[in-house]
């Protein structure tokens, strides 16, 4: 079953312009956009602390673990 969310206007064209220029928009992006103030901007703005945050990790090593686990989970990246 598939949830439609109803975007903003100003959102919804913004999906529009992905979707023409990548071929598609992930279920995840689409998510993040919905509401963006309610979860999409605080969720976002934790994936960036992880991903290039203080590490022991490089930026290089997470992106290659990211990108392990999304393959893995059969999530485009």
Known sequence: MRIELKHSPEMA???AELRER?????DISLALRFRPEL????????????M???SEW????R???AAFVSKL???PF
């Open 13 to 15: 064209a913004r999906i």
């Open 22 to 26: 990548d071929g598609y928009v992930s």
């Open 39 to 50: 979860f999409g901007d605080p969720i976002s703005a934790y994936f960036q602390e992880v």
């Open 52 to 54: 290039k945050g203080p």
């Open 58 to 61: 490089s930026e290089a090593e």
């Open 63 to 65: 992106e290659l673990f």
């Open 73 to 75: 989970n059969q999530c």
